[in-house]
């Protein structure tokens, strides 16, 4: 309650200021919601005042977009305004939906389609929260609590919309909003104005502004947490923040004894669709050429190395090597057993990582049997024909994909929810005795 009374607060103070600045300017936004926090400020609102300041309202037709004229006007006439989260981030950094809206200490998911949201990523930008996406969010939030060194920014609630129309349901989440994003402060776009806005965020978080230890916590934080079994699968910049706070949890995935995950590897094999593969042995028979398109070790490596690229842009310093010795100590600290792996990883790139520097399949180095072969028995958990590319992308596993072991815990987790329509109170205690929030 107390989040939202300081959301409904700073909408009452900052509403006519944000109306002042063009929405399109996403820099005077970001120094607006770097908001320094009031003492002794009466946060006695009742709760007629929070849904009236909060109240939220979208378009009719979900399909269309406003135009720019039209959304100024909008923007300009509503009694409280909440800044699309995509405004403070860059249209050339970031590729994010539309559906998030900020005030200075919440952010609000599910708001609905307006202008910012992507007309071809309809699975994101339809502007709507899945009641079960929400529930993966709570429940990797309290894992990733246990489980991680840098606490992520939490659900604090979840709201069932009414509207009987709406099909599939859909929620309003509410979730922790101090920090922010890692493609806010990528390097083709930093300016002094942004600088100052990271290292004030950086040394409030750290307590220092010491370059390479904050690497270090940064690295740390990821392998970490896949020592502990939890990954991101989705470490791209508009889904990690700059110091390394998870974000978006519903794209966490976990194991539930906390033991260090399996190690998996991404491969790529050109022509017409394949048969299906049982384990990496049945590639040797292939004529085709293959390639690694990504592993465990690049997942658990990219955010670090994300993360080190903008704290380098920050500070002014271009030093590759570091992160190298970054990572390299982080991985004997926390996953020793990395021999085989780490030869991949250096000799091969992802396509993740070649995405981020416009580069496509094409710059994949071709794969060797002889470079998988500690990993023969590695079972094929799933395979895919990218019509585009022509070509199957298989992913292989030691021991069953991990993605499928977390939905099974979240089912079981729904229906300690759901059962006999249950509330909420009576759901999270069913779901502890269940032991499933570890």
Request: proline share 3%; glycine share 4%; hydrophobic share 35%.
């Given at each position: ?369 002889k470079e998988v072969e500690f990993a ?10 990218d019509i585009r590319h022509k070509g ?47």
């Amino acid at each position: 309650m107390s989040s939202l009374q300081q959301s409904v607060h700073f909408l009452k103070k900052n509403t006519e200021e944000v109306k002042k600045i063009d929405p399109f300017n996403f820099l005077e936004l970001l120094t607006l919601f770097n908001y320094k926090e009031e003492k002794n400020i009466d946060l006695h609102y009742s709760e007629s005042e929070i849904l009236e300041t909060l109240g939220l309202t979208t378009l009719n037709d979900a399909s269309s977009f406003l135009s720019s004229e039209n959304y100024i006007n909008q923007f300009r006439s509503s009694k409280n305004v909440l800044i699309t989260e995509k405004f403070l981030s860059s249209i050339a950094a970031s590729s994010g939906a539309g559906r998030h809206a900020l005030t200075n200490n919440l952010q609000f998911k599910g708001i609905g389609r307006n202008i910012l949201a992507n007309q071809i990523d309809y699975s994101h930008s339809w502007g709507g929260y899945l009641p079960i996406d929400g529930l993966k969010a709570m429940i990797a939030d309290k894992v990733c609590e246990k489980r991680t060194l840098n606490k992520p920014l939490k659900t604090v609630g979840l709201f069932l919309y009414e509207d009987p129309k709406l099909d599939p349901k859909q929620i309003l989440a509410l979730r922790e909003n101090n920090a922010f994003r890692l493609s806010t402060f990528w390097p083709d776009i930093l300016n002094q104005k942004l600088k100052k806005i990271g290292f004030e965020s950086l040394e409030k978080h750290f307590n220092h502004l010491d370059q390479d230890k904050i690497k270090v916590q940064l690295v740390d934080q990821y392998i970490h947490a896949f020592a502990n079994g939890v990954l991101h699968r989705t470490p791209v910049a508009d889904n990690l923040t700059l110091t390394g706070q998870w974000i978006d949890t519903e794209s966490i995935d976990f194991n539930e004894s906390g033991d260090s995950l399996d190690p998996y590897l991404f491969i790529f094999v050109k022509g017409n669709p394949i048969r299906e593969l049982k384990t990496i042995k049945d590639l040797k028979s292939l004529r085709e050429d293959f390639f690694l398109t990504g592993s465990s070790m690049h997942d658990i490596s990219l955010p670090g190395r994300m993360s080190s690229i903008v704290i380098d842009a920050l500070f002014d310093l271009k030093q590759p090597e570091t992160f190298k010795e970054i990572f390299n100590s982080s991985l004997d600290k926390y996953l020793p057993n990395k021999a085989e792996f780490y030869k991949l990883y250096q000799d091969h790139n992802c396509l993740k990582y070649y995405a981020l520097l416009n580069e496509s399949y094409d710059s994949l180095k071709k794969l060797k049997y002889k470079e998988v072969e500690f990993a023969e028995n590695f079972e094929c958990g799933g395979q895919f024909y990218d019509i585009r590319h022509k070509g199957t992308l298989l992913y292989f596993t030691k021991n069953g994909d991990i993605s499928q072991k977390s939905k099974n815990i979240l089912e079981k987790f729904n229906l300690a929810v759901t059962k006999d329509n249950l509330s909420f109170h009576t759901a999270f205690k069913n779901a502890k005795i269940l032991d499933l929030i570890t």
